[in-house]
């Protein structure tokens, strides 16, 4: 790559004139430093997350309140 002067020449660009482009964020590329990895988690749940999100999920629609509520009144007894 040339550099074009004010007369029209073309000429080598000096060290100082260069730029350096970091590849890896703006830290060293170091192999100690511990890249990320490429493993993709597709699951929506794991072992101790499953019943709250569930249950989250579940008794947000309030159709869904109303037929707890409902199971609950059929399941006391009656007075």
């Known amino acids: 790559m ?9 000429k080598a660009p000096a060290a100082s004139d260069s730029r350096t482009v970091d590849l890896a964020g703006g830290q060293p590329a170091d192999k100690t430093l511990g890249f ?6 597709t699951a ?3 072992l101790l997350t499953f019943f709250p999100i569930f249950l989250f999920e579940m008794f947000s629609r309030a159709a ?4 707890l509520a409902q199971v609950m009144l059929f399941c ?4």
């Open 64 to 67: 869904y309140l109303y037929f």
């Open 76 to 79: 006391m007894p009656a007075a």
């Open 2 to 10: 040339y550099m074009q002067t004010e007369d029209g020449e073309q």
């Open 36 to 41: 990320a990895t490429n493993n993709i988690k």
């Open 44 to 46: 929506k749940y794991n």
